[in-house]
């Protein structure tokens, strides 16, 4: 699980890459004492840098190393998926915690299907990390923004909210967790796929 490597640069960079996959602390720590310009590398074609790597695997002590070194944790990558959005994707829930710790922004929205964090830990029901991004969401910044009810109830590309991308992936935790910090399972969207969703969300959490 994590975000594997692809068609990446120069072999100094590809073993920084790959030792911050690999969770390798002392020698991503060497690697960014004799070659600092490396933290502003990225993959060639995902256009990953060593910060969505450590995310996306779970390497905490290495994110927290690189953490220490970036201006700001929101670097995109080639589809503007955030690292915060990788961790929240392979359910690294430490790693989400730690970047929204570091101040991580949550009202970002990727360029695949235009889906927030929110919208990753959904649909890939990793139910701790819901609640984190829930949690963190009801920050000053993120009320004085969009309202937090909004942001819950938050449309990706399609139309769907969060709520809409866990109703028929028999993954009750998450519907209860979305439902109690007033998710609206009235929310209609233009994809009859997921129109239908009050209903099967209604029946995961045993209400019919």
């Given amino acids: 699980m994590g975000q594997g490597l692809r068609c990446v640069g120069p072999s100094r960079e ?39 790597i450590a995310a996306a695997n779970g390497r905490l002590e290495v994110l927290s190393m690189l953490l220490d070194r970036v201006v700001h944790p929101d670097l995109l990558n080639r589809h503007r998926q955030t690292p915060l959005m990788l961790a929240a994707m392979h359910g690294k829930i430490a790693c989400v915690q730690k970047l929204l710790q570091a101040g ?14 929110l919208h990753y830990a959904a649909y890939y029901g990793h139910s ?49 967790i979305l439902l109690d910090n007033g998710a609206l399972v009235c929310a209609s969207t233009v994809d009859t796929i997921v129109q239908e969703a009050p209903l099967c969300i209604w029946q995961h959490v045993g209400v019919i």
């Fill in 104 to 117: 991580t922004h949550i009202l970002m929205f990727d360029s695949l299907h235009e889906r927030t964090c």
């Fill in 128 to 176: 701790d990390c819901l609640q984190a991004i829930l949690s963190a969401a009801t920050s000053t910044y993120v009320a004085d923004s969009w309202g937090f009810i909004l942001f819950v109830n938050v449309r990706e590309g399609n139309g769907a909210t969060p709520l809409h991308l866990i109703a028929r992936q028999r993954r009750p935790q998450c519907v209860r």
């Fill in 14 to 52: 590809v073993d920084f890459f790959r030792t911050a996959q690999s969770g390798d602390v002392d020698v991503v720590g060497f690697a960014l004492r004799w070659y600092p310009i490396v933290l502003d590398r990225t993959t060639v074609y995902d256009r990953l840098s060593a910060l969505h």
